[in-house]
C-alpha cells in the first residue's frame, strides 16, 4: 500500500484568520445590522400588508374590485398591476439604499479585517 509522503513546511506560514465571532459582536457590525434592519423590516411588513390587503380585497369585496375605472379596466386590475410596480420600485430603491448605506459600512468591516489580518478577500 503506497502512502504519500507527508509533506513538510513547504508552503507559506499560516497566518490565523479573523475571529468572526468577534466582527459579529462588534459596534460596527451592529450599526452594520440596525442600519439594514432599519429599512429592511418596516419596508417587508408594508408590502405583505398591501400584498394581503390586495387578497382580501379581491375575495371580500368584489363589488368594489370590479368598478369600472376606465373601459373595460376595472379596481381589481389596477391594484394587480400595482402589486408589480410596486415590487420594482422597492427592489430599486433597496439597491439605492444598499449602494449608499449599507455597502460602505460592509466595506469598512471588509478593509478593517484585511488589513488586520493581512488577507485579500479577491483571491
Given at each position: 500500500?503506497?502512502?504519500?509522503?507527508?509533506?513538510?513546511?513547504?508552503?507559506?506560514?499560516?497566518?490565523?484568520?479573523?475571529?468572526?465571532?468577534?466582527?459579529?459582536?462588534?459596534?460596527?457590525?451592529?450599526?452594520?445590522?440596525r442600519t439594514y434592519r432599519t429599512f429592511v423590516f418596516p419596508?417587508?411588513?408594508?408590502?405583505?400588508?398591501?400584498?394581503?390587503?390586495?387578497?382580501?380585497?379581491?375575495n371580500?369585496?368584489?363589488g368594489f374590485m370590479g368598478v369600472k375605472v376606465v373601459?373595460?379596466?376595472n379596481v381589481a386590475f389596477i391594484f394587480g398591476l400595482a402589486q408589480f410596480v410596486t415590487t420594482f420600485l422597492i427592489a430599486w430603491w433597496y439597491s439605492r439604499f444598499a449602494?449608499?448605506?449599507?455597502?460602505?459600512?460592509g466595506e469598512a468591516i471588509k478593509n478593517r479585517l484585511?488589513?488586520?489580518?493581512g488577507t485579500r478577500g479577491d483571491a
Open positions: 500500500m503506497d502512502t504519500a509522503p507527508e509533506q513538510g513546511s513547504s508552503g507559506p506560514p499560516e497566518r490565523p484568520g479573523p475571529d468572526y465571532t468577534e466582527v459579529q459582536q462588534s459596534q460596527e457590525f451592529g450599526e452594520l445590522r419596508l417587508t411588513i408594508a408590502f405583505v400588508v398591501w400584498y394581503v390587503l390586495y387578497v382580501l380585497l379581491s371580500y369585496a368584489g373601459g373595460n379596466v449602494a449608499a448605506k449599507i455597502d460602505p459600512k484585511e488589513s488586520e489580518h
